[in-house]
């Protein structure tokens, strides 16, 4: 059975960094992709960051390019997502999920595997 558990989140001020893990288990690790998406209340799911593990390539949302950082380390089975310059609108959910690979497809329509969510909220 695939399972994800994120953790991490918190209360952070702006400008500051928070760091999220990602779990897995139940999977060949190497042959999977993860994906780190957060929706805010009230508003639709957005694909985030990916990193392929096979490969180790990545793939990051405009949104959060140069401030966030997605790395892998195969030897425990997590992912992690390094946020840094944290901007009161990435408030949000953040869930971790697992597909077979990565890219702007999997980060727009989602992957098939999912966690339950940390919550990452960034006062002003």
């Known amino acids: 059975e695939v399972q994800l558990q994120a953790s991490g989140g918190g209360l952070v001020q702006a400008g500051g960094p928070l760091r999220l893990s990602c779990a897995a288990s139940?999977?060949?690790?190497?042959?999977?992709?993860i994906g780190w998406f957060r929706q805010a209340p009230g508003k639709e799911r957005e694909g985030v960051s990916c990193i392929s593990s096979s490969d180790g390539s990545t793939y990051y949302a405009d949104s959060v390019k140069g401030r966030f950082t997605i790395s892998s380390d195969n030897a425990k089975n997590t992912v992690y997502l390094q946020m840094n310059s944290l901007k009161p609108e990435d408030t949000a959910v953040y869930y971790c999920a697992a597909d077979f690979s990565c890219g702007s497809y999997y980060l727009y329509y989602g992957m098939d595997y999912w966690g339950k969510g940390t919550l990452v909220t960034v006062s002003s």
């Open positions: 139940g999977f060949t690790f190497d042959d999977y992709a």
